[in-house]
């Protein structure tokens, strides 16, 4: 969700660099130029070359060639610039199943930057840490698979299987899962393990989705938590953690926060933009079997999507204080560049943020997408207040204070004294 965020401080390098050399070769790869290749380029004159899925067999293809106008236009999977033409080949295929271990073959773990050793400049959520600062670092995030089976219509991961050429791509198009093999990902884990990372990020968008993937996977990792000093956090889809035994395992694994998308208090608004995803789910009994098992819950919301009113949201708030997850996040809808509510923005001439750093959930430029009955400012204050209401919320702060002790409520009071300035609000614009 941070790609197109991240393009603000990429152009200004991207920029800086070719003040210094113009001969300078600039390519980018992330989800912005994946989901606007064309666009991106006509826009960002320091970028030479866009890779429009991951890039992989598309980078690994370029850096066997001289780099030259014939090897480009050969080389598929890429969006480049040739002077003032902006050239769209076709796409390249993405890694298979069968090739994960042997061509994304981990990570570089030991070229991250460290001040005393490694990881210690990397810090979790502060909820991950148990709202206790001195488990927030070392902190390191893995993933065990690549995409998503779904198609929500405000999400745009699965962009990074993009098999088209379209001017505008859409992730749902795109859905597709891929994983890499347990043996694989418990070599990761160890050499965490072995730096001292305890408190990690399992980043798959749906963790427990495939148990053939994931319960090998936890039962191994139990095996390395057997003083329960793992701190880890995984997604799942609510209908697939109903379970006991299922849950058990998970626990044992070291998973102590399940991170669970359920977005609105409405089911038919859910409906619409995941795609049945919550059909026929109780939501509070399936909270009450997580936190049965020992294990907490980071509860995600989405305000303001395509249907919503303020009563509506009021009841997805109001569900939110019923719920009582120690764990609560709540974004304002986007229309991010590469989901379906972007596209559907475009061909309505729905005004879109004109900046990157717009397009970001918690900075002063924030904007998020309007409703037919909501102004895109309202819905920002609305999400900003919720915050605030839960987490001073005297049932949420009886909960922690009881699951952490004192020291984490009192970190959580420390938290609300910040308050986030936006610039729509204040204008009570767009």
Known sequence: NSGTTNMSGAIRLSNFLKSKNKNFLISFVGSHVQALPLETLKKEKSIDIGFTNE????????????????????????????????????????????????????????????KKKPFDLYRSPLWHAEYNQKYRTPYAAIQTSLGCM?????????????????????????????????????????????????????????????????????????????????????????????????????????????????????????????????????????????????????????????????????????????????GWNAYAAMALPGSMLYKQAVQSRIKLPDNYEAFSFHSYECSPLPTKKLKAHEILKFRDNAFHLYHSNKKFLNRIEKRFGIEAKKNIQNKLKIKLKRRIIEEKSF
């Open 55 to 114: 890039g992989v067999y598309s980078l690994q293809n370029l850096l066997k060639t001289n780099l030259e106008l014939n090897d480009l236009k050969n080389t598929k999977g890429i969006v480049f610039r040739n002077n003032d033409e902006i050239i769209l080949n076709d796409a390249e295929i993405i890694v298979p199943q069968e090739k994960m271990d042997e061509d994304l073959p981990g990570y570089a773990w030991d070229l991250l930057p460290y």
């Open 150 to 326: 779904f198609g929500c219509e405000f999400c745009m991961i699965n962009i990074i299987n993009r098999n088209d050429n379209s001017e505008i791509g859409v992730a749902s198009n795109y859905s597709k899962m891929r994983y890499w093999s347990t043996e694989f990902i418990l070599k990761e884990f160890k050499k965490l393990l072995n730096y001292g990372v305890k408190t990690i990020k399992i980043t798959d968008e749906m963790f427990l989705l495939n148990p053939k993937y994931y319960l090998p996977l936890c039962e191994k990792l139990a095996e390395l938590n057997k003083n329960d000093d793992l701190k880890l956090w995984a997604y799942s889809r609510i209908d697939t953690v109903k379970r006991p035994e299922i849950l058990s395992k998970v626990r044992k694994a070291g998973i102590k926060w399940l991170c669970l998308g359920i977005e609105s208090a409405e089911k038919k608004i859910r409906l619409e933009v995941s795609k049945g995803k919550f059909d026929d789910v109780d939501v509070n009994a399936v909270i009450q079997k997580i936190h049965d098992a020992d294990i907490e819950v980071m509860a995600n919301y989405i305000f303001g999507l395509p249907t919503d009113d303020l009563s509506s949201m009021q009841k997805t708030f109001d569900l939110s204080l019923e719920l009582c997850t120690s």
